[in-house]
Every structure is written in structure tokens, then in C-alpha cells.
């Protein structure tokens, strides 16, 4: 079983910044993938942004240039740095996890969530 564990979310004005975490703990074998995805009241779930284990990062075009995505691979450790925030970004941002187990089965695992919310 892998757990994730995310924290970071919150309520700032349009323009502000928040950074998010997501910390995997568990019996972790293989990381392909790690990312965030969000979704917002009446909206399907998207991918925000995403990060392989070789460092290949991957943005929604709604955020290129406002938010990036980095990782520490020793700690299986992914954040979110969001800045310039506006109002549609407000949604409940979930961390995902995807990887190999050492059968050599994949597995995908999602956190809680944690609510961004951006007043104007």
C-alpha cells in the first residue's frame, strides 16, 4: 500500500502564491509518474501538471508560465509551486501517484485532496 500525503492548500487573493506538497510513503517500489490534478464544483477531474521520474514536466496550458511542478525523488516528495493565482483556479487539487510494483504490476494511487480557493 502507498499513502499520499498532501498539504499546502488554503484561501489567498488573486495574484497570491501557495505551494503544495504530496509526500509518498508506503511500500514504494517503482515512481513512472507524479503529478496533481484538480477539479473544480460541476467540472471533470484535469491535470494540472505532472513530472516523471527523469525530470520530464508536463502543464495544462491554463497554467504554463504561473505554476511549477518539482520533485525530490529520495523522498518521493512532490510540490506545486502556484503563483499568480486567479479565481478559476480554485478547485480541490489531488496529488497522483503512478508506478511499478515488483511483480511488475502498475498501480495508481490518488491522495485526499486539498482545497485551493482564490478569492478576487
Known amino acids: 500500500q502507498v499513502q499520499l500525503l498532501e498539504s499546502g492548500g488554503g484561501l489567498v487573493q488573486a495574484g497570491g502564491s501557495l505551494r503544495l506538497s504530496c509526500a509518498a510513503s508506503g511500500t514504494i517500489f517503482s515512481i513512472n509518474f507524479m503529478g496533481w490534478y484538480r477539479q473544480a464544483p460541476g467540472k471533470q477531474r484535469e491535470l494540472v501538471a505532472g513530472i516523471t521520474t527523469g525530470g520530464i514536466t508536463n502543464y495544462a496550458d491554463s497554467v504554463k508560465g504561473r505554476f511549477t511542478i518539482s520533485r525530490e525523488n529520495r523522498q518521493n516528495t512532490v510540490y506545486l509551486q502556484m503563483n499568480s493565482l486567479k479565481p478559476e483556479d480554485t478547485a480541490v487539487y489531488y496529488c497522483?501517484?503512478?508506478?511499478?510494483?515488483?511483480?511488475?504490476?502498475?498501480?495508481?494511487?490518488w491522495g485526499q485532496g486539498t482545497q485551493v480557493t482564490v478569492s478576487s
Open positions: 497522483n501517484l503512478d508506478g511499478t510494483a515488483y511483480s511488475g504490476s502498475p498501480y495508481d494511487y
